[in-house]
């Protein structure tokens, strides 16, 4: 008869079991542990304060193109101050897996990020216009929105050599981006030897475009061009065709916004015109009209550039995921080195993390607030 | 010409800012204490009116001012839930106490405001019709007009109510001395919560005539109650007259320095006006000098 085996050796067979178990259980279970942690992507952007307009369109694009995808994401509002920007952006990337941060486009709160994503090694994705973020050396920024170098091209040309501006007048706002747009196109009327006849700044809260507005009439000026945000830029539009200012106002990217041209009535938008990287409600072709359904059909409003820009540049993010990229390393260098075609325009960068590098010029024709895009100004920097 | 359009451009912005101040000061009166929601009083009726705007016929150019009736129910109501939350409970104590649950309760009604109508700026209709009308050479816009016509009314209501009514003088009571006022009987409580709804509804009128010519969004609190403040720094801390004058002369500063010279040295010097009151009266224009000034 089979006899158990005696006292001494159960001991050490049961130690041999276990072993063997515990090392089955550490080769095959905690490698599943580890990849059971998903990858990360915070989105952190204005929601609130003066930027909420252009801020929640960015945020809707990003959780447009994340919503689906193996990627785990948070929305995470920046509101207005640097300060609550950085602090967003330590509690994100404490978590494990961050591959890439959705930055938020207003360019105070990233000019004050960029030295922490440099710190942290995480690429920052953004919208934001503002010159100065690729301009810091910074091998983290990506922004898939034309910059100032490119729309305010765009901007200046199509006043010149398209409406025939000789007197141009120029509005901006004194905020980091108006300041930096100014400048840019300042710089680009006088290369096309057409210098401004006159430039104000105008703070973010001013109500009353009526001051500025007189003095444009006076100095004689032939076109109007606007670098503000999107209340500001509707209030010069309402005030000059109320003053009975009829010159051709070329305004910033803010106008393409269908919330900027909701706030004005079809007869007081005819004629007005404005740069943009895209305008997706203007679109036709399939992949765009898809895009436009399916943002109306999860935010049930219109999505503007800035929703697409930023979806582009998540889309480029997923496909750097589908790639083999891992790390916020790999992600960086999947976006420094490969070209991505977007559904607004192929992204490439310049080496300074400008990604898109084509405008184009929207204008309404006065009948709705629908406009048409009747310019196309394609890889003004030569870099695709 | 261009002298009557920045005028009347600055009059009508003025009116406006009058009522923001007025109503500001009407709170102020009757807790001593700065009600720090006060600018979301003037963002609510702002919205107010865009709210009720869905009621009036499209397309057949009814006047906007016909909002204002329920604007000033709406945002007298916000007002009396302001008092109860933010003064009420706490009125025994500091006054920087209010400043905290009045900021709180403003931060409160300016998310709510975005999350039910979103982070846009707004536009409320016309209040009586879009266009300008010619006048000795200048442009004058309808709204403008209507804006200086609508505040005058409303400023002048206030004042006759509080000459000619019993109602009137219990507010004037509770301004000078409120232990005085509440031991000849009257009921000091009521009188604060009559002050936070009518302050509340003065401010949401100014938000109905600012909508549709300078639009309106769920941020514009914040700078609405400062220009509230520095009117009635500059005007009296506790001066009804005083508020008006020290809107009055921001307005000039914002159209009529800024036509002159520019808009970021209109502000600045704005500011420097306003020091050199603190300076050389600080109790304001038309304050008088014994003010505790909160």
């Given at each position: 008869m089979p006899t158990l085996p005696s006292l001494p050796l159960l001991p050490k067979l049961l130690r041999h079991i276990l072993a063997l178990a515990a090392g089955t259980f550490a080769v095959f279970v905690f490698p599943l542990n580890a990849q059971a942690e998903p990858l990360r992507v915070p989105v952190l952007v204005p929601i609130t304060g003066f930027l909420s307009l252009e801020g929640t369109s960015q945020g809707n694009g990003a959780e447009l193109a994340l919503s689906g995808s193996e990627i785990d994401f948070s929305v995470t509002d920046t509101a207005t101050a640097p300060e609550i920007a950085i602090n967003a952006f330590e509690r994100a990337v404490d978590a494990a897996n961050v591959i890439a941060v959705v930055a938020p486009m207003l360019g105070t709160q990233m000019l004050a990020l960029v030295p922490l994503a440099d710190e942290f090694g995480i690429p920052l994705i953004t919208v934001s216009g503002t010159a100065k973020i690729t301009e810091l050396g910074s091998p983290n920024v990506f922004r898939f929105f034309p910059g100032d170098v490119v729309v305010k091209a765009a901007q200046a040309r199509y006043a010149v050599e398209e409406r025939g501006a000789k007197r141009p007048a120029i509005l901006s706002q004194t905020t980091a981006y108006g300041q930096s747009g100014r400048a840019e196109l300042?710089?680009?009327?006088?290369?096309?030897?057409?210098?401004p006849v006159f430039q104000e700044a105008l703070d973010i809260s001013v109500k009353d475009m009526l001051p500025a507005l007189l003095k444009v009439q006076q100095s004689g000026a032939d076109a109007l061009l606007l670098h503000l945000h999107a209340g500001p830029t509707a209030l010069v539009i309402r005030h000059a065709r109320?003053?009975?200012l009829d010159?051709?106002?070329i305004a910033g990217s803010a106008m393409h916004q269908p919330e900027t041209a909701a706030l004005l009535e079809p007869d007081e938008l005819n004629g007005v015109c404005a740069e943009s990287g895209s305008s997706p409600v203007s679109e036709d072709w399939l992949g765009i009209r898809n895009f436009v359904d399916a943002y109306r059909r999860a935010y049930d409003r219109e999505p503007d550039a800035f929703a697409l820009g930023q979806y582009d540049g998540v889309k480029m993010i997923l496909a750097a995921v589908e790639a083999g990229a891992r790390t916020a390393d790999q992600v960086r260098t999947y976006l420094?080195?490969?070209?991505?075609?977007?559904?607004?325009?192929?992204?490439?960068?310049d080496g300074k993390g400008n990604m898109a590098h084509s405008a184009v010029i929207i204008c309404y024709d006065g009948t709705d607030q629908a406009p048409q895009v009747v310019k196309r100004y394609d890889n003004l920097t030569g870099v695709l | 010409m261009i002298l009557i359009q920045i005028a009347l451009n600055a009059l009508a912005l003025g009116a406006a800012y009058a009522l923001v101040a007025i109503g500001f000061v009407l709170v102020l009166n009757a807790t001593t204490a700065v009600n720090f929601a006060h600018g979301e009083g003037v963002v609510a009726g702002g919205f107010a009116a865009v709210a009720l705007a869905v009621i009036l016929p499209?397309?057949?150019?009814?006047?906007g001012f016909l909002l204002l009736p329920g604007v000033l129910v709406a945002t007298a109501i916000l007002g009396l839930l302001i008092g109860a939350l933010a003064y009420l409970p706490i009125r025994n104590r500091p006054p920087v106490t209010v400043f905290v649950t009045t900021i709180a309760v403003g931060i409160i009604i300016a998310n709510g405001l975005n999350a039910t109508f979103g982070a846009a700026p707004r536009t409320a209709p016309p209040l009586i019709g879009v266009g300008s009308i010619e006048f000795l050479g200048a442009s004058i816009s309808r709204q403008s007009l209507a804006i200086i016509a609508i505040a005058g009314a409303l400023i002048t209501g206030l004042a006759l109510l509080l000459q000619r009514t019993q109602l009137g003088r219990q507010f004037r009571a509770c301004a000078q001395d409120p232990e005085m006022a509440r031991?000849?009987?009257?009921?000091?409580?009521?009188?604060t919560m009559i002050s936070f709804a009518l302050g509340t509804a003065f401010a949401g009128a100014a938000g109905l005539l600012l909508a549709h010519q300078f639009f309106i969004s769920p941020s514009d609190g914040g700078i609405?109650?400062?220009?509230?403040?520095?009117?009635?720094?500059?005007?009296?801390?506790g001066s009804l007259r005083g508020a008006t004058a020290g809107a009055m002369l921001i307005a000039i500063f914002e159209v009529g320095v800024a036509t002159l010279w520019s808009q970021p040295l209109a502000e600045g010097l704005?500011?420097?006006?306003?020091?050199?009151?603190?300076?050389?009266?600080?109790q304001g224009m038309f304050g008088e000098p014994q003010q505790v000034r909160a």
């Open positions: 300042e710089a680009n009327l006088i290369g096309l030897g057409v210098p109320a003053l009975g010159i051709p106002i420094q080195t490969e070209r991505h075609t977007g559904l607004a325009m192929t992204y490439k960068s | 499209p397309g057949i150019g009814i006047p031991a000849l009987g009257i009921r000091l409580t009521r009188i609405l109650i400062l220009k509230a403040y520095i009117a009635v720094v500059i005007g009296g801390w704005l500011y420097v006006a306003v020091l050199l009151v603190l300076f050389v009266r600080p």
